[in-house]
């Protein structure tokens, strides 16, 4: 509602701009690799993959596209090149390159899962029942 308190959130990482019926437009240009801190490695470090109404089941894709019409890039969350290009071609081979390295495990009454978050790409399947996820997340660079 406070349009000042949403600005002092983005900060200057963002670049935003409000149009005449208040509704706000960001971008964030991010980069798709980063060099590990300690393996030295290029990694994949992003969420442009996920970003991207083509990467949705269908009826998801369907309701965030309703009234949004042209450009698509009004869709709530939208990824694109940085020279604002799209990367279907691109989005297509990624998807199925992190399909093809997926690794799956059932969860046991009293799992621990230690990750790299910078050297993985992680996600979850759905799931129904009960469950209890305790998750301590760290950044050993602050």
């Known amino acids: 509602e406070n349009m000042a308190q949403v600005e002092t959130f983005l900060g200057s990482e963002y670049q935003y701009e409000w149009n005449d019926q208040a509704k706000l437009h960001i971008e964030n240009v991010r980069p798709t690799t980063i060099i590990h801190p300690d393996t030295k ?3 994949w470090f992003n969420h442009a993959h996920l970003f991207h109404p083509k990467t949705l089941p269908g009826e998801v894709k369907d309701s965030l596209m309703f009234g949004v019409g042209d450009p698509i890039s009004e869709v709530p969350k939208y990824a694109l090149f940085e020279d604002g290009t799209d990367f279907d071609e691109d989005l297509a081979y990624l998807c199925e390159y992190i399909a093809s390295n997926e690794a799956t495990f059932e969860w ?21 029942g009960n469950r209890k996820i305790l998750t301590s997340m760290f950044n050993k660079f602050c």
């Open 41 to 43: 490695e290029r990694v």
């Open 108 to 128: 046991m009454e009293g799992d621990v899962l230690v990750l790299d978050n910078l050297l993985s790409c992680h996600g979850r399947r759905s799931f129904s």
